[in-house]
T-cell receptor, first 114, second 114 residues
Framework: DQQVKQNSPSLSVQEGRISILNCDYTNSMFDYFLWYKKYPAEGPTFLISISSIKDKNEDGRFTVFLNKSAKHLSLHIVPSQPGDSAVYFCAASSLISGTYKYIFGTGTRLKVLA | EPEVTQTPSHQVTQMGQEVILRCVPISNHLYFYWYRQILGQKVEFLVSFYNNEISEKSEIFDDQFSVERPDGSNFTLKIRSTKLEDSAMYFC????????????FGDGTRLSIL
């Protein structure tokens, strides 16, 4: 089941610079997308979400962009901080189908270098 | 901030034994979920639960699995006869009443089957 893909297993960024994490999906029925951050030995922590009626959502240093035609979303973190070092998962759901389960990507490990 | 709590953090069980994983969702949430993550793989949906019944389940959630909300605060996942391949992190999640509210995850139970 490869409906949600994160093709970069890891990413290193200098502190203060922008981190861009990418996610692709194949199911055109997905209409709600989320990003979660995960530290070792903890559960996924919700960061930011976007509905398919929007193409951008911003919350502080975090912005999610959605390109429906390309079936692509990205998470921008500006400026990146060492505490942002974690594994980032994108997730997708199809609310219009009445299903609220999340389909997760495989994650991208972000390392922010001081 | 309210959080989802899971116990135990680590469970070691002999193959063939029954195991019960416990979760206390956020108190005003109505929708409850179990996910699992096998080491090195993605987080996978197992089951969703609302109004005291299963609303959706994956093909992983076979007859060996069951869920229950025994007392209005706990939400449990039971595996009747564990197999080696059940070894994984099991995450409980809950969300509020609106579909576009994010699911909040607990820190997980690491289940090790010997």
């Amino acid at each position: 089941d490869q409906q949600v893909k994160q093709n970069s297993p890891s990413l290193s960024v200098q502190e203060g610079r922008i981190s861009i994490l990418n996610c692709d999906y194949t199911n055109s029925m997905f209409d709600y997308f989320l990003w979660y951050k995960k530290y070792p030995a903890e559960g996924p922590t919700f960061l930011i979400s976007i509905s398919s009626i929007k193409d951008k959502n911003e919350d502080g240093r975090f912005t999610v962009f959605l390109n429906k035609s390309a079936k692509h979303l990205s998470l921008h973190i500006v400026p990146s901080q060492p505490g942002d070092s974690a594994v980032y998962f994108c997730a997708a759901s199809s609310l219009i189908s009445g299903t609220y389960k999340y389909i997760f990507g495989t994650g991208t490990r972000l390392k922010v270098l001081a | 901030e309210p959080e989802v709590t899971q116990t135990p953090s680590h469970q070691v069980t002999q193959m063939g034994q029954e195991v019960i994983l416990r979760c206390v969702p956020i108190s005003n949430h109505l929708y409850f979920y179990w996910y699992r993550q096998i080491l090195g793989q993605k987080v996978e949906f197992l089951v969703s639960f609302y109004n005291n019944e299963i609303s959706e389940k994956s093909e992983i959630f076979d007859d060996q699995f069951s869920v229950e909300r025994p007392d209005g605060s706990n939400f449990t996942l039971k595996i009747r006869s564990t197999k080696l391949e059940d070894s994984a992190m099991y995450f409980c999640a809950s969300r509020g009443s609106l579909g576009n509210q994010p699911q909040h995850f607990g820190d997980g139970t690491r289940l090790s089957i010997l």
